[in-house]
């Protein structure tokens, strides 16, 4: 049987004399990644309340995946930030869209006519949020990235 004292891994003097403390690094925790810089929120922050695909309810998942499917054009959409806007091909209120939503190997540019599902947003379920989100015509013209990163022209 082990000796107890020698399996404590907490124990700070049980370390080889020859080699130095063991520090783990991930390679996206670099000097200059702002991944973890604010590791608590700010006052006054709060949590977003939109459901991305990670974070929807089963039972919201099935009711937008039952839903009809509505035809539209990108309004917006940035990559970097994560979201945008479909303008309804009939006409009203921009619906947004979140990176996670989007299927297909095209980030979505500007004018290219996408169909899509919709999700309620809680807290009160009043305004809708684009999913399943399929880009069925590319904007002729206009260079498109795919999500890998290579430039594809339209």
């Not at 054009?73 to 006409?91: M, N």
Request: hydrophobic letters at 30%; charged letters at 20%; a neutral charge.
């Amino acid at each position: 049987m082990a000796d107890p004292e020698l399996s404590s891994p907490t124990d700070p003097s049980l370390r080889s004399p020859r080699s130095a403390p063991l520090s783990l690094s991930f390679p996206f925790l670099r000097e200059g990644s702002h991944v973890w810089d604010r590791a608590t929120p700010q006052p006054g922050e709060l949590p977003s309340p939109l459901p991305t695909k990670r974070t929807r309810t089963y039972s919201a998942t099935v009711r937008a995946n039952a839903g009809p499917v509505f035809k539209g054009v990108c309004k917006t959409f940035s990559r970097s930030q994560g979201h945008g806007f479909i303008r309804p091909a009939l006409g009203g209120e921009d619906i947004f869209v979140h990176i996670s939503d989007i299927e297909g190997e095209y980030v979505p540019m500007e004018g290219d006519e996408v169909t899509y599902k919709v999700c309620a947003v809680p807290p009160k379920n009043v305004k809708v949020q684009a999913v399943e989100v399929l880009l069925t015509h590319l904007k002729p013209g206009t260079k498109h990235e795919t999500w890998s990163g290579q430039i594809i022209s339209s």
